[in-house]
């Protein structure tokens, strides 16, 4: 039988929908969040239930076709030709179980609706701080929050997940029912079956301070530079430094309009005098532009990071960085603005260390100790053609050769990148005896493949 006759079929079979290359819907279903990826699945699965994965499955297994899951696209890494797309988007059940210290969460929950549930328990997951990322896509390919430098990186606080295997099979994976693979699960990503629901562990948290200050471009170095002594003498307070470059766009508030800019993001689990303490090590040294410090409890995470939540098309490029000093600081800003004046819009650096490179309990899983200073984040717009991409990134790379810090977070890849640019040998040859045992056919595929 065809491709296309079982997939006539399964879509008859389905509760869920099934979207095909000829649908009217198809174009508008397969965009990832970066609109310049051009992916076109054999076809699009938003399935209803765990009998719809199991469909699915079979009928892909029958057709030679591979399975993944983008619940919203981030990450996006190829044209899916010879894929069904799964939408995980009815996987929605959000549980907090709050003498547990449990949050359970299904496939299609994104982090703005999860934190809207944890408001008012006391407690914090190690969310990401955009609300349009998926809590178990961020979970088991790493995840990176503002909490990390107190509390570790997200996959580390996976308890369990909900798995459906390639050969269609439930299982409640944990450290008790199968300790390999759920140590593959994470930071290995969506490998190893379609994860319909995840369980993380809660951390304390009943108030935070925070928020983002923006400073004009002549204060970079000293507030940058201040930041990084601020990071330095206080491990647990989550912090992140950048550059960034706004178009002379009549949309954009005046202070803002054409200009270059230095960044600086705090989040501090505690109290407002303390946090407020730490700000005016930065504010001390120069004058900012804008002050969007606030007190806030967990729920209003994403309003304080205030990332962009709305697909657009663009490069990015990450990495891991090492001693991040004072002279560091006049290096980052060189080269970002060599960067912008070809393209480059933006360059952001989350500073590691703290509970990330704690070595207690960082066997259980893929993603270890991580020995970095800091995740390099930057991204170039692609609305104007004549960018040059390349040219764009050229001076971070140079910057990334000069102060390389080993293997990034998974979540931090470039476009292009494998899970070979993620970890070590011996990790990878884990991850693929693991990959191996549960999904012989390879029918499971990854927006990071092995390598």
């Known amino acids: 039988m065809t491709s296309a006759s079982e997939l006539l079929s399964l879509r008859a079979e ?24 051009d992916q076109r699945p054999a076809a699009i699965a938003e399935p209803a239930d765990i009998a719809d994965v199991q469909a699915i499955l079979r009928a892909a297994t029958a057709a030679g076709l591979g399975v993944t899951v983008q619940p919203n696209g981030h990450g996006a890494n190829g044209d899916l ?22 949050l359970r969460a299904g496939a299609g929950v994104n982090w703005g609706r999860a934190l809207e549930h944890l408001d008012g328990t006391g407690l914090v997951a190690l969310a990401g701080s955009n609300p349009e990322v998926n809590v178990v896509a961020l979970a088991i390919a790493g995840g990176h929050s503002m909490f990390s430098r107190r509390y570790g990186i997200t996959a580390r606080s996976i308890i369990s997940v909900e ?22 699960l994470r930071g290995g990503g969506g490998l190893f079956g379609i994860v319909t629901e995840v369980e993380l562990a809660l951390y304390p948290g009943d108030a935070m301070f925070g928020g983002g200050l923006t400073f004009p471009s002549e204060a970079a170095e000293r507030v940058i530079t201040a930041a990084l002594e601020l990071a330095r003498d206080e491990p647990e307070l989550g912090i992140d430094v950048g550059m960034m470059r706004f178009p002379d766009a009549p949309q954009l508030p005046p202070h ?3 200009r270059t800019v230095a960044t600086v993001n705090l989040v501090h689990v505690g109290d407002e005098a303390t946090g407020r303490a730490f700000a005016d090590r930065i504010t001390s040294v120069a004058e900012p532009i804008a002050d969007a410090l606030t007190t806030f409890t967990i729920g209003g995470l994403a309003a304080v990071a205030a990332e962009p939540v709305d697909p657009m098309p663009s490069a990015e490029f990450g990495a891991a960085l090492t ?6 600081a006049r290096e980052f800003i060189d080269a970002f603005l060599r960067g912008a004046d070809r393209g480059l819009m933006r360059c952001s650096i ?32 692609l609305f104007d053609p004549t960018i040059d991409v390349g040219a764009a990134f050229a001076p971070l790379r140079e910057l990334v050769a000069r102060h390389p810090g080993g293997n990034p977070l998974p979540t931090f890849l470039s476009s292009g990148a494998t899970l070979a640019d993620a970890f070590d040998r011996d990790v990878l040859d884990r991850l693929a005896a ?5 999904d012989p056919g390879g029918v499971i595929r990854s927006n990071r493949p092995l390598g």
């Open 14 to 37: 389905l509760t869920g929908t099934l979207l095909l290359p000829d649908d009217a819907e198809y174009d508008a279903a397969r965009k990832p969040w970066n609109l310049s990826v």
């Open 81 to 102: 030709r010879g894929t069904v797309l799964i939408r995980p988007t009815r996987f929605d059940s959000v549980v907090v179980d709050t003498q547990a210290r449990v």
């Open 163 to 184: 798995l459906v295997d390639a050969a269609g099979v439930v299982h409640r994976v944990s450290d008790a029912d199968d300790a390999e693979l759920i140590w593959a």
């Open 256 to 258: 803002l309009r054409g």
């Open 323 to 328: 001693d991040l000093n004072a002279p560091f």
């Open 350 to 381: 989350r500073i590691l260390g703290g509970a990330i490179s704690d070595e207690l309990g960082a066997d259980r899983a893929a993603v270890g100790a991580t020995q970095a200073d800091g995740l390099m984040s930057s991204g170039v717009l």
């Open 434 to 438: 693991v990959k191996r045992r549960v």
